[in-house]
């Protein structure tokens, strides 16, 4: 039973965590691509796609510690430090990616999404300033990018996105070093 535990567990682990380390990591480049050119709907369109599969594949994640915790209770180490260390570290990762990198990943989206929109805004204000009709739905008031969250007029958005990430990538990392060689392993690892 152990060996099919371990095996879910490296699956699992494979299968949830690689996806979100990797989406959002291409969160924050995509991201700067997407505020600099309001207008490129590809952009917006990759940024929806990297969240969804950050949220996701962040559900599916908690199959990992689960599974985890079932390998370590059939294998009789629960008390040894290098699980424990692993399962703080697993629990500080969960943290970081749902206080810190899906939060700000909704805000930088929705700062692409408005951005977006006073794009079109201002290409429908102009083309109604050149054929001289009247905007009378007052879409060609709006002006500038900003949210209410001010994500757009604050650049540096993406670059403390990128360093949540990264923290988020060291820790699953540690994890796996700590999974892979086991201090105290009797494997000679």
């Not at 299968?15 to 600099?36: E, N």
């Not at 370590?72 to 008390?79: E, I, K, R």
């Not at 650049?155 to 996105?161: E, F, G, N, Q, S």
């Amino acid at each position: 039973m152990t060996k099919f535990f371990l095996v879910l567990h490296v699956l699992a682990a494979i299968v949830a965590v690689g996806p979100v380390t990797v989406a959002a990591s291409m969160f924050p480049p995509g991201a700067r691509r997407a505020l600099a050119d309001p207008g490129d709907q590809r952009a917006a369109e990759t940024l929806r796609l990297l969240h969804r599969i950050c949220r996701v594949y962040a559900g599916l994640g908690i199959a990992v510690p689960v599974l985890g915790f079932a390998t370590a209770m059939s294998m009789g180490v629960l008390g040894d430090a290098w699980l424990i260390a692993s399962m703080a570290l697993t629990g500080i990762a969960a943290a970081v990616l749902l206080a810190l990198v899906l939060p700000r990943q909704e805000e930088l989206l929705e700062a692409v999404e408005a951005a977006a929109g006073a794009d079109a805004t201002t290409e429908v204000a102009a083309t109604t300033a050149t054929t001289g009709t009247a905007d009378t739905t007052g879409a060609g008031a709006t002006t500038g990018t900003t949210t209410s969250t001010g994500v757009a007029a604050n650049p540096r958005a993406t670059v403390r996105l990128a360093m949540f990430t990264g923290i988020f990538n060291l820790l699953w990392a540690t994890v796996t070093i700590l999974m892979i060689v086991r201090p105290g392993s009797t494997t000679g690892a």
